[in-house]
C-alpha cells in the first residue's frame, strides 16, 4: 500500500494562530496498524490512518500529546514545503 510522504498536524491554538507542524513518514507502524509520522526533532509523533484520523503518540514520559484539528496531506509539489 502506498502511503501519503507528508502531513501538516495543525493544532488549535487558545487566543493565536495556530500551530502547524509538518510531519514525515517512518518505517513503523502503530498500535492500529497504520503508519506512524514523526517531525524532524521526532518529538512530534503521530499514527495516521488511511482515513486521515489520527492518533498522537507519547514520545518520551509524562507527555500528553494535544490532537490536533486537522491532518492535511501535502503533495510533493506543494508550495512552501521543504
Do not use: N, W
Not at 5 to 12: D, G, H, N, T, V
Not at 32 to 44: A, L, Q, R, W
Not at 58 to 70: E, I, R, T
Amino acid at each position: 500500500m502506498v502511503h501519503t510522504e507528508r502531513y501538516e498536524l495543525i493544532f488549535q491554538m487558545s487566543g493565536a494562530a495556530d500551530d502547524v507542524v509538518s510531519v514525515r513518514l517512518t518505517d513503523r507502524l502503530g498500535a492500529g496498524g497504520f503508519p506512524v509520522y514523526e517531525d524532524e526533532s521526532g518529538i512530534v509523533r503521530a499514527e495516521i490512518s488511511d482515513r486521515g484520523e489520527v492518533r498522537m503518540l507519547a514520545s518520551g514520559g509524562h507527555q500528553a500529546p494535544g490532537a490536533p484539528l486537522l491532518a492535511r496531506p501535502l503533495g510533493e509539489d506543494t508550495p512552501g514545503t521543504p
